[in-house]
C-alpha cells in the first residue's frame, strides 16, 4: 500500500517570498501525485497533477511542482506568495484511475504573513 | 460547468439524532465518492458509487452509516444514531470513468457536529 508524508505541519513565510512544501511518498508500483489546497471552511480544489510525461507540472495561482522517482518526492513550490495563499495544502498519491484509492496525506498548513 | 454541490454546508446535531447529507455531482461524472476529515488529517475514503452501485465501503463505514446514489446522479449520506466521534467534516468528490478516473473533484464539505 502506498503512503504519504508532509514533513511540515506548518510553515509560515512573509509575503513575496519564496515557499516549498514537502511531499514523499511510497509505493512499490508507479504513482499518479496530486496537490489539493483547502481555504478555511472549504473543500479541496485541485492545484496540479503529475500523470506522466514532463516531470515539472505547473498548476493554478502560480504554483508548480517537480516529481523526483529517485528521492520518491513531489515538492511544490511558488516563487512569489501572497497573503491570498495562506491554506491547508495536502499532497495525494494513487496507483490507478480509482478515486477510492488516494491516500492523502496530513496537510501542510502555509500562513503568509504582511 | 457546475461543481460538486453538498448540502447541508454545516450541520449540528444532539448525539444520537440522525442526520443526512446530500452531494450533486459534477453532471457527466459517473463516479462519486464519500471522504471524511478531521481536524489537523487529510480526507479518507468512506464509499465509492460507480452510476447507481455502490462498489466499494472502507471499515470506516460502521453500520450506522448508510450511503445512497438511487437514480446515479445525486447521493446522501446517513449517519444514524449519531455520537461525538462523528464530528467532522463530510467531503463529496466526484469524477468521470477511464484513464482520467484518478483526478477527483471535491465540493464544498458539510460540517457536522455532534453535541
Known amino acids: 500500500a502506498q503512503s504519504v508524508t508532509q514533513l511540515d505541519s506548518q510553515v509560515p513565510v512573509f509575503e513575496e517570498a519564496p515557499v516549498e512544501l514537502r511531499c514523499n511518498y511510497s509505493?512499490?508500483?508507479?504513482?499518479?501525485l496530486f496537490w489539493y489546497v483547502q481555504y478555511p471552511n472549504q473543500g479541496l480544489q485541485l492545484l496540479l497533477k503529475y500523470l506522466s510525461g514532463s516531470t515539472l507540472v505547473k498548476g493554478i495561482n502560480g504554483f508548480e511542482a517537480e516529481f523526483n522517482k529517485s528521492q520518491t518526492s513531489f515538492h511544490l513550490r511558488k516563487p512569489s506568495v501572497h497573503i491570498s495563499d495562506t491554506a491547508e495544502y495536502f499532497c495525494?498519491?494513487?496507483?490507478?484511475?480509482?478515486?477510492?484509492?488516494?491516500?492523502f496525506g496530513p496537510g501542510t498548513r502555509l500562513s503568509v504573513l504582511p | 460547468d457546475t461543481g460538486v454541490s453538498q448540502d447541508p454546508r454545516h450541520k449540528i446535531t444532539k448525539r444520537g439524532q440522525n442526520v443526512t447529507f446530500r452531494c450533486d455531482p459534477i453532471s457527466e461524472h459517473n463516479r462519486l465518492y464519500w471522504y471524511r476529515q478531521t481536524l489537523g488529517q487529510g480526507p479518507e475514503f468512506l464509499t465509492y458509487f460507480q452510476n447507481e452501485a455502490q462498489l466499494e465501503k472502507s471499515r470506516l463505514l460502521s453500520d450506522r452509516f448508510s450511503a445512497e446514489r438511487p437514480k446515479g446522479s445525486f447521493s446522501t449520506l446517513e449517519i444514524q444514531r449519531t455520537e461525538q466521534g462523528d464530528s467532522a467534516m463530510y467531503l463529496c468528490a466526484s469524477s468521470r470513468s477511464g484513464p482520467s478516473g484518478n483526478t477527483i473533484y471535491f465540493g464544498e464539505g458539510s460540517w457536522l457536529t455532534v453535541v
Open positions: 509505493s512499490s508500483v508507479s504513482v499518479y
Open positions: 495525494a498519491v494513487t496507483v490507478d484511475n480509482y478515486g477510492q484509492n488516494f491516500v
